[in-house]
Structure formats: structure tokens, C-alpha cells
């Protein structure tokens, strides 16, 4: 029998870019549930936004979170009120990655603001999200998005000094986010191989989808990565993978339509 997982970032691919609206893509969601394919929430967001999303669209599958630093999953794979998930960590602690920052910002007088250094009112106006959701984004783990207003010449020498501090920086779809080296392809074959051990007569069909530079590591590791449209940055280089297919359409809508031609496609 063969059955799809699939990989997904949320800003700009399951979610829209400036409403943060999930909406669109319900058909294809409930398309999922139906032929229980899991979904995998694999995104730069934090553990507590995802959970909130996931409750949200009703996922119960595992999930991986501020760009492959944190593996949420059990060995069920699944979780409810019985059986939840557990951590698992890639990376450097938060605490070390702001005192990082603040050393090199200090020493070097980078115009730089990581969320660390500003208040919830001031994210939220950053952002455009709500109380809540701007709340969830301040409790990090183990990755600091921040906003870079210095010049490229400079982004440069910090990108090689993180070297130094065994630290490196991604670029999202807002903003870079500093980090251990690690990627939000990572987990995907962990992943893979817990479900292949609980299924072993399926035939997996792995798809991914992503919008920006940051999941160029998820979309390599896929059997049929999926580049969801982007007006509001650069395009990454994708002519190195195979089987990509590119959407018409932005965010959700986009998700919505490659899913579910990905389903009568490859599924049958």
C-alpha cells in the first residue's frame, strides 16, 4: 500500500504571508486526515505557535520546530490526551545564542534586533500578529530570529564569525534566524524511519513544501518537493532538485491545489 507524508513550513506556504489565515488549504487538510496521511508541521516557529496552529487545523502528528532544532514526536507517532509527545533537541541552548548575539552586537556595534531584545507590543507591531500568537513567538528554545538593518558587507563578517561560536545564520521569510547548524531537513529521516517501523508493508511517498531559502533542506530530502509561489522575497535556487513542481498560486491556496493533485497523482 502506499501512503504520502508530508513535510510542510506554515509562513508563506501553509499559512498566508501577511494574514497568517490557514483556511484556504481545509480541503486539502481534511484530505489528509481522511486517507490518514500525516502531516509534519516542520517550520521556524517555536513549539508553543505550532501547537497552537495544530490545534487549530486538528494535527495530532509529530512535528518539527524552529528550523529543525526541536523534534516534538513519541513512538506512537501520534498524540492525544494519553499519549503526548516529547522533546528532542539539536541545538545550543536559547540562553547561549543571546549571549552570543550581545557580545558580537557590543563588540562590534551591529545594527541588529533580535526578539530577545524587544517587548511584545513591539513584535506584534513587527509582525502583525496578535497577542497570543506574538507571546508564543517570544518562548524560544533554541533559535533567535532578528532583523538585520546593518549593510551586506557586514552580515557577512558575522556570518563568519558565528563560525567561531559554532553558530550560523538562515534566512526566512521575515527574518534570519540564528541558530546551531542544523536544518529543517535534519529530522525528516528519523521521521521517516519511526513510521517505516510502525508500517513496515507501506511505501512511503515523502513531499515537501516551502516557500523560502530555509527550506531548501527539507525540499531536497523529498521524493517530490513542492516550491510554493512568493511574491513578497527572493526566490531560492531549486534548479539542483528533482521533481519539483512550483504552484500558481501564494500560500494556502497554493498548498491546497498541489496537495491535492499530489494525492490523485501519487496515491492513485
Given at each position: 500500500m502506499k501512503k504520502m507524508i508530508v513535510f510542510s513550513d506554515l509562513d508563506g506556504t501553509l499559512l498566508d504571508h501577511n494574514n497568517y489565515e490557514w483556511t484556504p488549504a481545509t480541503d486539502a487538510i481534511n484530505l489528509l486526515k481522511k486517507n490518514n496521511f500525516p502531516l509534519i508541521i516542520n517550520s521556524s516557529k517555536t513549539s508553543t505557535e505550532i501547537s497552537l496552529i495544530r490545534k487549530d487545523i486538528g494535527n495530532t502528528d509529530p512535528y518539527i520546530c524552529e528550523n529543525g532544532a526541536v523534534l516534538h514526536f513519541n513512538e506512537n507517532m501520534t498524540e492525544s490526551s494519553s499519549d503526548t509527545f516529547y522533546a528532542m533537541y539539536f541545538t545550543k541552548?536559547?540562553?547561549?545564542?543571546?549571549?552570543?548575539?550581545?557580545?558580537?552586537?557590543?563588540?562590534?556595534?551591529?545594527?541588529?534586533?533580535?526578539?530577545?531584545?524587544?517587548?511584545?507590543?513591539?513584535?506584534?507591531?513587527?509582525?502583525?500578529?496578535?497577542?497570543?500568537?506574538?507571546?508564543?513567538?517570544?518562548?524560544?528554545?533554541?533559535t533567535e530570529p532578528l532583523k538585520w538593518n546593518d549593510t551586506e558587507e557586514s552580515l557577512n563578517l558575522f556570518i563568519k564569525q558565528l563560525k567561531d561560536y559554532e553558530l550560523t545564520l538562515t534566512k526566512g521569510g521575515r527574518f534570519y534566524h540564528l541558530m546551531s547548524p542544523v536544518s529543517k531537513g535534519d529530522s525528516i529521516d528519523f521521521v521517516l524511519n519511526k513510521y517505516k517501523e510502525i508500517e513496515p508493508d507501506t511505501e512511503w511517498i515523502t513531499v515537501g513544501l516551502g516557500d523560502s531559502f530555509n527550506d531548501i533542506p527539507m525540499l531536497e530530502l523529498v521524493d517530490?518537493?513542492?516550491?510554493?509561489?512568493?511574491?513578497?522575497?527572493?526566490?531560492?535556487?531549486?534548479?539542483?532538485?528533482?521533481?519539483?513542481?512550483?504552484?500558481?498560486?501564494?500560500?494556502?491556496?497554493?498548498?491546497?491545489s498541489e496537495i491535492l493533485k499530489m494525492i490523485k497523482t501519487t496515491t492513485g
Open positions: 541552548p536559547y540562553e547561549y545564542l543571546r549571549e552570543t548575539l550581545n557580545a558580537l552586537k557590543c563588540k562590534y556595534n551591529y545594527e541588529m534586533t533580535g526578539f530577545g531584545d524587544i517587548d511584545l507590543e513591539t513584535l506584534m507591531n513587527l509582525t502583525g500578529l496578535n497577542k497570543i500568537n506574538a507571546s508564543a513567538a517570544k518562548s524560544r528554545e533554541a517530490y518537493p513542492i516550491l510554493i509561489r512568493n511574491s513578497h522575497g527572493k526566490r531560492p535556487v531549486t534548479s539542483h532538485l528533482k521533481n519539483l513542481t512550483e504552484s500558481e498560486q501564494e500560500g494556502p491556496s497554493g498548498w491546497n
